[in-house]
């Protein structure tokens, strides 16, 4: 059990990473000290892998923006 922890630190540890990696190189990229999608989205362009799953995660928000406003407008009549 004590090494399935030690695994899961070491990847908690490059998740990180990666993310502060790229977060930075976003900031830098687009408009100075904001982080903006279209940033992370040109980051990761030539990982498909990453690129898809960014681009469906985009693709379920917009879908559930428009589900949440049909809701209140049926609810609460807007």
Known sequence: MKKLEEVQ???RVKE????????????????????QVEDIVF????????FARV???LTMN????RARKAFDE?????
């Open 16 to 35: 990180r990473d990666f993310f502060l990696k790229n977060t930075h190189k976003a900031m830098s990229t687009g408009r100075q000290g904001r982080v």
């Open 62 to 65: 917009e879908e559930l923006k």
């Open 9 to 11: 630190k070491v990847d």
């Open 74 to 78: 049926a609810n609460y009549g807007s």
């Open 55 to 57: 681009k469906d995660l």
């Open 43 to 50: 980051l990761i362009r030539k990982d498909p892998r990453k």
